[in-house]
């Protein structure tokens, strides 16, 4: 077999996103794109001669091939091991799992998450480093710079190996190891987890619904709901990850998930639903009756995870992305522990966790983990409600309610406008920005703006800034919106509010109408309609 170094030249844009480089799957074909970028993670891995990789993907369409080509070009560079999942499998968390259990030296995940998949959708890669978390900015700053220099790749000739094969082959001098991608991840739910109340629950007639979107979550839930817990077959649906996802969209919310929210509002709803993405990093809550945001679903795991035996000794804190509402904050508070305030991704997650400041954590966009791994963990959250329902007894939505009761409620709703004319969605946050002095201060409507800027994080672990995360205007009353472009799409720009009010004393108002006020500011301040033509937005979560 022999190492054939390919000259290549610079591609532009090849920067990573607020999770890994997303592009359509028509991109990340026309080689040397996939190659290029490849090249560019593997020559910022310094000493990474011999060490162990991780590689596997959410088996989306393209997972396959850029799994070969990923391989043959870690045996050209040297690397000594990659552990891939089984058919190139790996769900996100999974991964994580994995990097940390086996101290990798890092990963490469393939996904694009919860963006649609087939050969017209996107597909992704990210490199996720030793703790098994994403990578942090200035690795990313470093591999995207990597590809503006970039003049070679290397890549070994050789046939594709087989990857149903679990077990050691070899390519050159590496080893490939096929390894079983949902054991490791099963064994350490196991650990955190009381799966013995939870069998008692699923034995004592609790029903479930888990939608799992023709993604990669399926054979995980498989295995521990229906396989362990004894839930009763069909709990799992839409559990055959398909490499167009069923031409769905992978995103658990109520949007894409409105068959399991009519389920869950109609007569018959099981005791709980619940979804997950693309890659099994995200989580959809909803009870009989009752969807959970998911900020509320933070406040509430953080709450009660005590009641897990992986968190029974208490949580050393918890964070919060800045756009999340503050339910969180307010259980923090309580609990007399930390609570960070992140910029949005996961990747900010990773120093406060090695640094033992943080137990569990959350994003507003179905996001919820805990310090097990290093991402988001669709799964592990529905299993942390899983067991605290078993423990607590009642329902999801009385324990919501009963929350609520004792910390107020922080009625929180997220407009996206998708699609955007890039140049016109980045002059409406370029004018919000530059009109902060004289915002603040002012009187809106019935609010009156008493801090109005862009949010900017020092990381206070490594102390590294990382400035313009989002516009923020904090009023008064205490009610919140938060303005910024998405960092994950691949077609024009999506812009997205997020808006926030907490009330003590009035519960059960409709979100929408009750947030309405808001969201007609929000408009108006930012000239959303007058800029980009758009009269309302394309999803509410
Ligand atoms: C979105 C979410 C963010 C999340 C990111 C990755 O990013 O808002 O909270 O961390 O997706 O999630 P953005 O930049 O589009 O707002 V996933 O499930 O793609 O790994
Ligand atoms: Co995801």
């Not at 000493?47 to 162990?52: F, R």
């Amino acid at each position: 077999m022999t190492i054939r170094t390919v000259p290549t030249r610079p591609i532009l844009g090849q920067k990573p996103g607020t999770s890994g480089l997303r592009k359509r799957v028509s991109t990340f074909q026309e080689s040397p794109y996939l190659e290029n970028f490849v090249q560019a993670i593997l020559d910022c891995l310094d000493g990474v001669e011999g060490q162990t990789l991780v590689v596997g993907g959410d088996g989306r369409f393209f997972n396959r091939r850029a799994i070969q080509t990923i391989l043959k070009m870690a045996a050209a560079n040297g690397v000594g091991r990659v552990l891939v999942g089984q058919d190139g499998l790996l769900s996100t968390p999974a991964a994580s799992c994995v990097i940390r259990k086996y101290r990798a030296y890092g990963g490469i995940i393939l996904s694009a998450s919860h963006n649609p998949g087939g050969p017209e959708g996107d597909f992704g890669v990210k490199y996720n480093i030793g703790n098994g978390g994403p990578a942090p900015e200035k690795v990313t700053e470093a591999i995207f710079a990597r590809t503006q220099t970039l003049g070679a790749y290397a890549i070994l000739e050789a046939a594709d190996l087989d990857l149903s094969r679990l077990g050691e082959q070899r390519l050159s001098g590496m080893v490939v190891e096929v390894i079983d991608p949902v054991a490791d991840y099963v064994a350490l739910m196991e650990e955190l987890l009381d799966f013995e109340a939870i069998r008692r629950l699923f034995a004592g007639g609790f029903k479930m619904r888990f939608d799992a979107m023709h993604a990669i979550t399926g054979p995980y839930a498989s295995a521990i709901l229906e396989g362990r817990l004894g839930a009763p077959a069909g709990t799992v649906v839409n559990g055959t990850p398909l490499p167009d996802f069923g031409g769905g969209h992978p995103d658990p919310n109520l949007h894409h998930c409105a068959a399991l929210a009519t389920l869950m509002n109609g007569p018959g709803a099981p005791d709980l639903g619940a979804a997950s993405d693309g890659d099994g990093d995200r989580n959809l809550i909803h009870g009989k009756g009752l969807y959970v945001t998911p900020s509320d679903s933070l406040a509430v795991l953080a709450a009660n995870a005590h009641l897990a035996p992986g968190y029974a000794k208490g949580l050393a804190g918890v964070a919060r992305s800045m756009p999340t509402s503050r339910a969180v904050d307010r259980v923090a508070e309580k609990l007399g522990i930390a609570c960070h305030e992140t910029p949005t991704g996961w990747k900010f997650f990773g120093n406060l966790m090695d640094a033992g400041k943080v137990t569990l954590c959350g994003e507003e966009s179905f996001g919820t983990g805990s310090a097990h791994v290093r991402e988001k963990d669709g799964l592990w959250a529905v299993l942390l409600w899983l067991n605290i329902l078993a423990v607590r007894g009642g329902d999801v939505a009385g324990l919501v309610r009963a929350h609520w009761q004792e910390f107020g409620r922080n009625y929180y709703t997220r407009h996206d406008y998708e699609g955007l004319d890039a140049g016109a969605a980045a002059a409406l946050m370029d004018e919000l920005r530059a009109r902060l002095p004289e915002l603040q201060g002012q009187k809106l409507g019935e609010e009156t703006v008493a801090t109005a800027d862009d949010f900017s994080y020092t990381d206070p672990v490594d102390g590294s800034v990382s400035r313009g995360q989002g516009i923020r205007l904090l009023f008064a009353s205490g009610a919140r919106i938060v303005f910024r472009l998405s960092g994950t799409g691949t077609e024009g720009a999506t812009l997205r509010v997020y808006v926030e009010r907490y009330e003590k004393g009035r519960l059960e108002e409709d979100t929408q109408a009750f947030l309405a006020p808001l969201v007609r500011l929000a408009g108006e301040v930012a000239g959303i309609e007058a800029r980009t033509g758009r009269r309302g937005p394309d999803v509410i979560t």
